[in-house]
C-alpha cells in the first residue's frame, strides 16, 4: 500500500448522477461501503442494492465492508468499559486486517478505490477517525472527496484534529520531549471517543421510543435479498 491513495466520500443527500459525476471527476471505479448498515431511509437512492445498480452501469463496482470495517461494531471485547466501539481494539481484530489486506490487493489490482459513508464531512466519520488512521500506518495515503467534490488530505485532517483538541493534548516541558506525531496519536483517540458507536445508548434510544432493538430492511433490499454482489478482491 505504500504510497498508494484510498479516496473517501459521503453519500449525504446527492441525488446518484451528482455522486457518480465525483467519482468519475476523481476516477474511481470502486466503491466500498463501510456503512454498518447499508441502506438510509432520508436517502433511498443508496440503499445497497440501487446503488449497487446505479453504480453498475456507470462501469463503477460496488462491495460491502460491513464487517470489517463498519463502525458499529457490538462485539463485548471491542468494545471500552462504558460499551462504546475501542477503534483501538477494531483495529487490532482481525476481520480490520483482513479488511486493509484487502485494500491492498484492490490498489495492487490497479483499482482507484473510494471508500464510502453517509456522512459529508469526514471528520464526523469513522472513515477518517478509525480506516484513514490505519492506512497512513500502512504506509498509504488518503484524499477525501468533499461534497462540492475538492480533496482534502487526510494531513490536512489532521491540522483539525490537532486544532480540536489542542487543550486536551499533551505538550513537552523540562522533562518529556512531546512531537506532533505524539499529538495526533492523542487526538485521534480523542476523536473515536467522540464519534464512536454506543450499544448502550443505542438501546436506551430504543427503549425510549418504545421500539423493538431490531433493524428493519427496506422494501427493496429484502426483494432482492438473493441479489449477489461481486467481490473483485
Given at each position: 500500500?505504500?504510497?498508494?491513495?484510498?479516496?473517501?466520500i459521503?453519500?449525504?443527500?446527492?441525488?446518484?448522477?451528482?455522486?457518480i459525476?465525483?467519482?468519475r471527476?476523481h476516477?474511481?471505479n470502486i466503491?466500498?461501503?463501510?456503512?454498518?448498515?447499508?441502506?438510509?431511509?432520508i436517502?433511498p437512492?443508496f440503499?445497497?442494492?440501487?446503488?449497487?445498480?446505479s453504480l453498475r452501469?456507470?462501469?463503477?463496482?460496488y462491495?460491502?465492508?460491513?464487517?470489517?470495517?463498519?463502525?458499529?461494531?457490538?462485539?463485548?471485547?471491542?468494545l471500552?468499559?462504558?460499551?462504546k466501539?475501542d477503534?483501538d481494539k477494531?483495529?487490532?481484530?482481525?476481520?480490520?486486517?483482513d479488511?486493509?489486506?484487502?485494500l491492498t490487493?484492490g490498489?495492487?489490482l490497479?483499482?482507484?478505490?473510494?471508500?464510502?459513508?453517509s456522512?459529508a464531512?469526514?471528520f464526523e466519520?469513522h472513515?477518517?477517525?478509525?480506516?484513514?488512521?490505519?492506512?497512513?500506518?500502512e504506509?498509504g495515503?488518503?484524499s477525501h472527496?468533499?461534497?462540492?467534490?475538492?480533496?482534502k488530505e487526510?494531513?490536512?485532517?489532521e491540522?483539525e484534529?490537532?486544532s480540536?483538541?489542542?487543550?486536551?493534548?499533551?505538550?513537552s516541558d523540562?522533562?518529556?520531549q512531546?512531537?506532533?506525531?505524539?499529538?495526533?496519536e492523542?487526538a485521534?483517540?480523542?476523536?473515536?471517543?467522540d464519534?464512536?458507536?454506543?450499544?448502550?445508548?443505542q438501546k436506551?434510544?430504543?427503549?425510549?421510543?418504545?421500539?423493538?432493538?431490531?433493524v428493519?430492511?427496506?422494501?427493496d433490499?429484502?426483494?432482492n435479498?438473493?441479489?449477489?454482489?461481486?467481490?473483485l478482491f
Amino acid at each position: 500500500m505504500k504510497n498508494q491513495t484510498i479516496f473517501t466520500i459521503g453519500h449525504s443527500r446527492h441525488k446518484i448522477d451528482c455522486f457518480i459525476r465525483l467519482l468519475r471527476y476523481h476516477q474511481c471505479n470502486i466503491i466500498i461501503d463501510v456503512r454498518s448498515l447499508p441502506y438510509s431511509r432520508i436517502a433511498p437512492q443508496f440503499n445497497r442494492h440501487r446503488l449497487s445498480l446505479s453504480l453498475r452501469e456507470s462501469k463503477i463496482h460496488y462491495m460491502g465492508f460491513q464487517k470489517e470495517f463498519g463502525a458499529r461494531q457490538t462485539s463485548s471485547y471491542l468494545l471500552d468499559s462504558n460499551g462504546k466501539v475501542d477503534f483501538d481494539k477494531v483495529r487490532l481484530s482481525s476481520s480490520f486486517k483482513d479488511g486493509i489486506a484487502r485494500l491492498t490487493r484492490g490498489l495492487d489490482l490497479g483499482y482507484r478505490i473510494a471508500l464510502m459513508c453517509s456522512e459529508a464531512n469526514p471528520f464526523e466519520c469513522h472513515r477518517f477517525s478509525l480506516i484513514s488512521y490505519q492506512i497512513i500506518q500502512e504506509g498509504g495515503l488518503v484524499s477525501h472527496i468533499l461534497k462540492d467534490g475538492d480533496l482534502k488530505e487526510n494531513a490536512k485532517m489532521e491540522d483539525e484534529l490537532i486544532s480540536k483538541y489542542k487543550n486536551k493534548l499533551p505538550r513537552s516541558d523540562l522533562f518529556k520531549q512531546i512531537t506532533r506525531k505524539d499529538q495526533i496519536e492523542k487526538a485521534y483517540r480523542l476523536r473515536g471517543k467522540d464519534i464512536a458507536f454506543s450499544l448502550a445508548e443505542q438501546k436506551e434510544k430504543m427503549k425510549a421510543k418504545e421500539i423493538e432493538y431490531s433493524v428493519r430492511l427496506p422494501c427493496d433490499i429484502l426483494q432482492n435479498q438473493y441479489y449477489k454482489i461481486p467481490n473483485l478482491f
